[in-house]
Every structure is written in structure tokens, then in C-alpha cells.
């Protein structure tokens, strides 16, 4: 194959390889013949410099055509950590939000920004600039950096789909295992010491239920009246799905139908599939070989659970010390009067201002058929 034949990539990769080597040349060339390097070179055993010399040449000729490559590398992983930090501060204010709305919903508290329980959902979105929440203060970034590093740590992005979402939130403190649990919820209601509102009654949102079902009657009513189809509503099959997926299902399939030696490849088969496929053990495994320090593994008789909690506890370590950074960085904007970004992307923000808008009109409509005022004062 000619040079001309050859793909862009391979060529530039050939070029590189020439570049470095001409670079190694010019290297050694330099520390053999420069002045300024013998006062160094004199403090050392002369049988060991010719060996110094070859090495560092290409050492050097590394730095200098890969270095701005690894000073981004490392740019990115203050950056990463940075980024993670930005979004969980706002978590503290989060949980404040929530305990209003506990509060609110049992009628204990007005807040003027507020005339529904929708609203709740709508700020969470706008969290960065909700005007009737206090600013973050030193004991709260203490208890959040303390939840933080512990072990009770678990990352809410993924175990909580909505931070105001009352009646999910609600389910998980009943005992509902399939339930999300929010374990920074938990944490700061266990570190105050005081039970959680969510055992303070829903006396507002059972209002709101009370007026929506009205419409929803009204409605009803209407389409039947005017002879429209009805929709009939198919009941809910309680019965359980049954998934390829469910590992306990399948196993049962299997040990009913198939016979023994398929038993056996089924066992091979999938315990050979789960260890290829471990897709949070191969997460853990990057994160620590992008770290820039030695990690001690931590001591585990499993080897996938200590990589797991080891790199756990590095990220937990990571989020922390940018943290520290980012709470000056609020502090300062704070005492600035400049507003914070708002994380949400403009699109949803906009979707959940318009579904409370929709929800309060409803809320109003229902209090119109039941001979009541429209307004919210209820």
C-alpha cells in the first residue's frame, strides 16, 4: 500500500511517529553537547549519565507532545467533580422546600408564592432562585458534606425521580418497598432529631382532590348527556409481569420445563453473562483509573464489592472537596446579589408551569361547581 493509499488516520499517525522521533534526536542532541547541563551532570556518576540522557530524552519528548493533552485530562476531572457539586448543593435546598410543603399541605404555614400543591412542583425546577427559601447556611453545607462522606450516602439523581414529588416521597416512609427512598431526606430529618413532616397531615392536598374530583364528576356527566361513547375503563390486572429480564423468573421457568443439563448451561450461561455484563463494576474500574493518586482498595471478601465501595468513596471524597469550593462560590454570589444558574433545562421548566397552571384552573373550576368562590382561599 502507497502513502497515498493510506487512510488520514494511519498518516497523521506515521507523521506523529516522525515528529516524536525527530524531537528525541534534537533531545539528546541538546543534553550531550549543551554547556549549561555539565555543573548538573558533574554532581553524578558519569557511567550513569549516557544511560539519564536516553531515557529523559524521550520522557521529555512525551511532555512535550502529549502534556497539553494530560493538563486537559486533569482540567477535566476538577471539572467533572465541579459539575456534580454545582447540582448538589442544591439538594439541601430541596429538602427545605419539601419540609414547607409539609408544612403548607397541613395548613401550619401561608406562603405567598404559593396557592397549590403544584407550585411545589414547579419550583423544584426553579430551585436555584426560589425566592421564600433561606439562603444555605454554615450548619446546613456542615450536615449535607457530613451526609456527604458517610456511609448513608446514595445518589438521589438516581434513586428519587422528583424532589417535591409529595405522595412518592410519602409512600417510602410507609414501609412501601417498591418505594424510592431519598436517603438525604432521611438523614437530615434523623440528624435534627425531630420526626419527619411527612407524618403532619395532608389536609390541603386532600382540598385540592376534593375540588378536582368534582370537575372530573361535572365532566362525566356531561359527556353522558350529550351521548357521547363513554370510555370504558379496562380494570387493572393485579397479576405480576412476567419479564425474559427477572432472573428469578426465568429460573423458575426453566427448573419447570427444561430439563437438567439445560438447567446447567442456563446456570453457566448466565452466571458467564452477569460477570461480562457487571456495567457498575466496569463504571467503578474507569472512575479509579482516571484518579490521579494511589487508592487503597478497601477490604472486602467479594474483589467486585471492594472495587465498587472503593470507588464509592473516592467519588464521595472528590464531590466533597469541590463542594467546599462551590459553597464560597455561592456565598460570594449571595453577598454579590447575582443570581444563581438555574440547572433545568428552559423546556421542562416551561412544562411544569403550564401543568400548574392547568391543575390550579381545574382546582378552581371544582370549587365553582360546588358553589364555592374561585379563588384559594381555602
Not at 400543591?117 to 425546577?125: K, L
Not at 453545607?141 to 428519587?160: A, G, K, N, V
Request: glycine residues 2%; proline residues 3%.
Amino acid at each position: 500500500m502507497s502513502e497515498n493509499e493510506m487512510p488520514k488516520h494511519i498518516k497523521e499517525s506515521i507523521e506523529k511517529e516522525k515528529r516524536m522521533g525527530q524531537l528525541i534526536m534534537d533531545i539528546r542532541d541538546d543534553l550531550q553537547t549543551n554547556e549549561k547541563y555539565k555543573v548538573f551532570f558533574d554532581n553524578y556518576n558519569p557511567g550513569s549519565i549516557k544511560s539519564f540522557i536516553e531515557t529523559y530524552s524521550y520522557k521529555k519528548a512525551s511532555y512535550l507532545t502529549y502534556g497539553e493533552l494530560y493538563i486537559e485530562h486533569n482540567r477535566r476531572e476538577i471539572l467533572k467533580y465541579r459539575n456534580i457539586a454545582e447540582k448538589k448543593i442544591w439538594e439541601i435546598q430541596q429538602k427545605k422546600l419539601f419540609d414547607l410543603q409539609c408544612l403548607w399541605r397541613a395548613e401550619m404555614i401561608q406562603i405567598p408564592e404559593i396557592e397549590s400543591t403544584y407550585d411545589f412542583v414547579m419550583w423544584e425546577r426553579l430551585i436555584e432562585n426560589c425566592p421564600f427559601l433561606e439562603p444555605i447556611s454554615e450548619e446546613e453545607f456542615q450536615t449535607y458534606r457530613e451526609y456527604l462522606l458517610s456511609e448513608d450516602y446514595d445518589d438521589c439523581r438516581w434513586t428519587l425521580s422528583n424532589w417535591q414529588n409529595y405522595d412518592d416521597i410519602k409512600e417510602s416512609v410507609s414501609g412501601d418497598d417498591s418505594a424510592e427512598i431519598c436517603r438525604w431526606y432521611e438523614f437530615c430529618d434523623n440528624r435534627k432529631g425531630t420526626p419527619s413532616f411527612l407524618l403532619l397531615p395532608d389536609i390541603r392536598g386532600e382540598k385540592e382532590e376534593r375540588f378536582i374530583e368534582s370537575r372530573t364528576e361535572y365532566h362525566k356527566k356531561k359527556q353522558a348527556e350529550s351521548g357521547k361513547a363513554v370510555r370504558t375503563v379496562i380494570p387493572h390486572d393485579q397479576r405480576p409481569m412476567l419479564s425474559s429480564y427477572d432472573h428469578n423468573i426465568v429460573e423458575k421457568f426453566v427448573k419447570q420445563f427444561e430439563s437438567g443439563k439445560l438447567y446447567e448451561y442456563y446456570h453457566a450461561y448466565e452466571r458467564t453473562d452477569m460477570d461480562s455484563n457487571d456495567e457498575d463494576l466496569d463504571v467503578a474500574i474507569e472512575i479509579l483509573k482516571e484518579a490521579e493518586e494511589e487508592i487503597p482498595i478497601e477490604p472486602n471478601k467479594d474483589w467486585r464489592t471492594a472495587i465498587l465501595l472503593t470507588s464509592k468513596k473516592y467519588e464521595q471524597r472528590k464531590i466533597a472537596e469541590a463542594l467546599e469550593r462551590v459553597y464560597k462560590d455561592y456565598l460570594n454570589r449571595l453577598e454579590m446579589g447575582i443570581t444563581f444558574e438555574i440547572h433545568e433545562k428552559e423546556e421542562r421548566i416551561k412544562w411544569y408551569k403550564e401543568f400548574a397552571e392547568t391543575m390550579k384552573s381545574h382546582i378552581l373550576h371544582g370549587r365553582i361547581l360546588l358553589g364555592e368562590p374561585p379563588t384559594f382561599d381555602f
